[in-house]
């Protein structure tokens, strides 16, 4: 199949186009790189099946496709609040384009969505059927509220014009290739502990979040997209961690004599996040097979190479 990766040069969206090559597709790579990076993908350019195109999605692409994955959006706070209009943008008018190739060339389409549409949650854990707690004037509702309105676009491109659409709910996915500077936890307390530095655990650190370890994440979005299930679709590691319990492994694993230290919570940061992926297991046959402590070591080494 001709299959394009929006966002195809970043953190989740690389490991996918290597997946897709080595099941021999031939992989349409688009991405902007305003989070994405060409290292990423450095060792598929020599595949003559791969092709790279740096394009913004907020402006419509002409091309053609049987799968369309949309993972392109800036999905770490540091990026998203950077600019919040143009991640707004990326995941409204982004979406918007990326539905209507899907719907000139008849293509199937799976729209990566996020656990962040679940805000911070009043049920426990997080079943697609809850609607979240989200708001709508903070500083996260340019990520939180875009992905919602581009699930909503989504199901109304199935409903109005038959587009087969798949929406992924991605919980926190973490593994090679993720940016150094993007400030996400994993990342955060891996660099931290590789130089030395102090980690830095806003709040309490009993705050709660779920791991998934980027190759478990990559199998359950194939899977997706392969099945008759538009969504949403929880995919993420249920098996949950104190933000404490997290630094406190990191720093054994990376053999690292930092000190935690405490910080002031950011405003609308979740209190407990975890999947319940009872509808990946029953109609995609996924769940996760990476534990935290493996993945943090293969996580570790790659950043300590770099």
Known sequence: MRIIV????????SHLCKVLLGQGHEVVCVDNLYTGSKKNIQPLLK??????????????????ADQ???????????????????????????????LELAHACKAKILQASTSEVYGDP????????????????????????GKRAAETLCMDFHRQFGVEVHIARIFNTYGPN??????RVVSNFIMQAIKGKPITVYGSGKQTRSFCFVSDLVDGLIKLMNSNVAGPVNLGNPNEFTIKE?????????????????????QDDPRQRKPDISLAKS???WSPKIQLTEGLKNTIAYFKNI
């Open 6 to 13: 929006t966002g195809g040069a970043g953190f989740i969206g």
């Open 47 to 64: 595949n003559p099946k791969f092709q790279f195109i740096q394009h913004d999605i907020t402006e419509p692409l002409d091309d053609s």
């Open 68 to 98: 369309i994955y949309n993972l392109a959006c800036p999905a770490s706070p540091v990026h998203y609040q950077k600019d919040p209009v143009y991640t707004f943008k990326t995941s409204v008018i982004g979406t918007y384009n990326m």
């Open 122 to 145: 009043l049920e426990h854990p997080q079943k697609e059927s809850y609607w979240g707690n989200v708001n709508p004037i903070g500083v996260r509702s340019c990520y939180d509220e």
């Open 178 to 183: 993720m940016a150094v500077d993007d400030g």
């Open 246 to 266: 997290l630094a406190k492994t990191v720093l054994s694993i990376a053999k690292s004599k930092s000190k935690i230290i405490y910080k002031p919570l950011p």
């Open 283 to 285: 109609k995609l046959k």
